[in-house]
């Protein structure tokens, strides 16, 4: 039995029966209207052959590290660089005809299948940026320093692409005012204390692994916070743009996707994790917040309070 408070998703695939109908499976060549907004059920190296070319705007892919991971029955084996590289490739091989020629793409990664993914990346597209956040959960290492970080490249199919950094500020403490003829600049004072929004860096400290108290949060192994997805959809794409998840896991893009006004097609071959996304995607029908993300701007850990009390003004 779970605690009172305890939220965390964790149906099996029976329980699920309901939520697994609604995921579509494919069998041949597919056309737009058929996937959109759907969970697709599958092998996603299988499926991806099996959509239509340039219909994605937006490009969020999660894969299996390179780590020896049990995935709730799907065992995915540690290998070399090599192997991972010919991993990380046939999979670009097959998710780049289906990208517009403006579209942006977000590979996440551990340290360790960071440099393998780069140098795959940069043979196909232009990159941009690397992305570092800070995880926080971890166990301790007792011979070496804790893996607190992951990363987050970020590329573009072309010189042409989205963003938008006015949508992803972040609202910080000022802890020394400073100000012109009497006037705060470049903040502002509130009952709550002195607010400056400002522009994202490379380094995310902000973020916080979903734990078992909050609703978005299941049983998943590897689950990525709305948080962290939602900064990556409203900085490079617009409302109705169309999001590709090939490894949807439990179905964290294709929620915050929806939250966001986004269309969102996900491919995931695990049942339990499409059933954890259905469930979850009918739930953001009633509820859209996104923790940490409130009055148009992010905010960093521990203002649940704060964020509360902006919304309601």
């Excluded at 590709?244 to 097609?265: E, N």
Aim: net charge neutral; charged share 30%.
């Amino acid at each position: 039995m779970k605690a009172e408070r305890n939220k965390t998703i964790d149906m099996t695939v029976e329980e699920g029966k309901i939520y697994l109908d609604r995921c579509v499976r494919l069998f041949e060549k597919a056309k737009l209207e058929n996937i959109l907004d759907k969970t697709i059920v599958g092998d996603t190296f299988q499926n991806l052959t099996l959509l239509p070319e340039n219909f994605v705007d937006l490009l969020i892919v999660d894969p299996p590290y390179n780590l020896a991971k049990n995935y709730h029955g799907n065992q995915f084996k540690k290998t070399s660089d090599e192997l991972y590289e010919e991993y990380t490739e046939s999979w670009i091989q097959r998710v780049k005809p289906l990208l517009k020629e403006n579209a942006t793409i977000y590979v996440c990664c551990d340290w360790k299948s960071s440099l393998p993914i780069e140098k795959v990346l940069k043979s196909h597209f232009h990159i941009q940026n690397r992305i570092t956040w800070q995880r926080e959960k971890g166990r301790g290492a007792l011979s070496n320093w804790k893996n607190g970080m992951e990363d987050i490249w970020f590329a573009t199919n072309s010189a042409d692409y989205t963003f938008h950094v006015d949508a992803v500020k972040i609202r910080r403490k000022v802890v020394a005012p400073y100000k012109v003829d009497g006037a705060p600049k470049d903040w502002e004072e509130t009952e709550d204390g002195n607010f400056r929004n400002t522009y994202p860096s490379n380094f995310w400290d902000d973020i916080s692994i979903p734990y078992w108290s909050m609703p978005e949060n299941t049983a998943h192994p590897t689950q990525k916070p709305e948080k962290l997805l939602a900064k990556l959809i409203l900085a490079s794409s617009n409302p109705g743009d169309v999001i590709l998840d090939p490894f949807l896991g439990s179905g964290s893009t294709s929620v915050t996707a929806k939250k966001l006004g986004r269309h969102y097609v996900g491919i995931e071959q695990n049942e339990q994790y499409c059933c954890w996304t259905e469930k979850r995607l009918e739930m953001a029908e009633k509820d859209v917040t996104i923790q940490g993300y409130a009055d148009g701007v992010f905010w960093e850990r521990n203002t649940t309070a704060l964020q509360q009390r902006a919304q309601k003004k």
